[in-house]
């Protein structure tokens, strides 16, 4: 099988590594891919974007599948094109996508299928925002309803920032949605559809604040871990149950069916389980965690998908092992990140018993160095027999890394390490 993997970053390293490694893929191409992705396979610069300059390469590359990683190309109709063109695709259509691309769309899609969320109002006024922000009270919770790469959010007890970040999307032509505010820990949890079936992946644990302790503003996430050991047993039947089959059923019911992976963005409330977010696509840096210990052949299991055929597959296998994963990232993110900086120290990391490093935002140079090219730029990924040698391990590969005012987080699981992190049992509402 000839695949496709659409996306220049970590994630799409990740999937592009799983695929190499599955006896069934003959051939992986990727566009436009990175300098980690360009030492693997062949890569294509095309705009991503472009639904017609992605069905046009995959057609003349004779994919089998192709495989879109980002949110954009999505909610740009990649998909749809290239389904038009007969061309299986594992990643939503452009109206399916609206699940991410719109939180008043999900919103809407969970109401009418009883999943369990935090309330929410949408405000396109200062007036209306106030309201809402009084009406739920502290710690106010306000959402660009938009894509924002994770950043369009800010939680805050300052009633003035939250007013003042409503505005500011106010003033970019944008709406707001104001939410009750989640207690409890955050869990992603992937689960793979093609319009009907559900197929969950191992739950994993994201970091969105750029330093330690969850301290600073939200980024598209510094480092992730997968499995979780404290979650309650059960609860990724009670997600299915709950949340991703009734929700998968509703686009179903609405004539747009949803193919491809459900990102179900959780809080652990002491109220129970609630939805903090929708998103159409693996996250990142979670899937450089989750698929490093995936050990069924990705392959077949994107492709059952892409073709409706996700019932028919064997269970998932993981390998028994954790898999920490610790993002380096440029200077100056999540702000506008320097970029051109060199980056050392790779191949030692890589050498490392059991230690790899996935490229997100990396280019060549002039000299055919590999520098940073974006905000995100290399996750360090250790898989150990606990968390605690997982963690050892990523951390180590990160020491070897140099990158002129590179930042990472160095708590990265540490906490759940520590086996700090509690559940409160909740009651359910
Ligand atoms: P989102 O883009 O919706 O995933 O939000 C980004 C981050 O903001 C989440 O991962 C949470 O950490 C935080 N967040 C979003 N919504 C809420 C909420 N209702 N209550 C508490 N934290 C939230
Ligand atoms: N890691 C969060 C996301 O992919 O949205």
């Known amino acids: 099988m000839k695949v496709l993997v659409i996306g220049p970053g970590g994630r799409e390293h990740a999937i592009v590594r ?3 490694a599955d006896p069934f893929v003959s051939e992986v191409h990727a566009a436009p891919g990175n300098a980690g992705i360009a030492q693997v396979v062949p890569v294509h610069s095309i705009n991503a974007n472009d639904p017609a300059a992605v069905t046009e390469l995959a057609r003349s590359l004779g994919s089998d599948l ?8 999505l909610a740009a109709g990649v998909a749809d094109a290239l389904i038009e063109a007969g061309i299986p695709v594992f990643g939503p259509t452009k109206a399916a996508a609206q699940l991410e691309a719109s939180k008043a769309f999900a919103k809407q899609i969970m109401a009418a299928a009883g999943v369990p969320t935090a309330m929410a109002k949408v405000a396109s006024t ?18 660009d309803d938009g894509l924002a790469a994770g950043k369009g959010v800010v939680v805050t007890s300052d009633r003035d920032a939250a007013l003042e970040h409503a505005q ?20 992603s949890l992937f689960v793979l559809s093609d319009g009907s079936t559900v197929v969950p992946l191992a739950p994993a644990q994201d970091f969105k604040r750029i330093f330690d302790n969850d301290e600073g503003p939200n980024t598209g996430g510094m480092g992730a871990y997968s499995p979780l050991e404290w979650v309650p047993a059960g609860l990724v039947d009670e997600v299915i149950e709950r949340v991703a089959q009734p929700t998968i059923d509703e686009m179903a019911r609405r004539g747009t069916p949803f193919t491809g992976v459900l990102y179900c963005g959780l809080a652990l409330t002491s109220r129970g389980l609630r939805v903090i977010e929708f998103n159409a696509r693996f996250g990142d840096p979670e899937t450089q965690a989750v698929l490093a210990r995936l050990k069924t052949p990705l392959g077949g299991v994107l ?5 409706g055929e996700l019932a028919t597959i064997d269970n998932l296998h993981w390998a028994s092992e954790t898999a920490v994963a610790v993002v380096l990232a ?22 490392l018993d059991g230690v790899h490093v996935l490229h997100a935002g990396t ?3 002039g000299d055919g160095a590999v520098v940073s090219s974006g905000g995100r730029v290399l996750a360090v990924v250790g898989l150990g027999a606990d968390l605690a040698e997982a963690r050892d391990k990523a951390y180590d590969g990160v020491s070897r890394l140099a990158l002129e005012g590179g930042q990472y987080r160095t708590d990265i699981a540490a906490r759940a390490a520590r086996g700090e992190i509690v559940v409160s049992a909740g009651s359910e509402a």
């Open 66 to 73: 192709v495989v879109v990683g980002p949110e954009a190309p």
């Open 168 to 187: 500011a999307c106010f003033d970019a032509g944008g709406t707001v949605v104001i939410e009750e505010y989640l207690d409890g820990p955050e869990v």
């Open 303 to 307: 492709l059952a998908a892409a073709k």
């Open 126 to 143: 200062a007036d209306e925002a106030a309201e809402a922000l009084d009406a739920f009270g502290a710690p106010y919770v306000v959402k």
């Open 18 to 20: 799983a695929l190499l």
């Open 330 to 351: 440029s200077a100056n993110y999540p702000d506008t990140p320097r970029t051109g900086d060199p980056i050392r120290g790779l191949e030692e990391a890589e050498a």
């Open 363 to 365: 280019a060549l140079n």
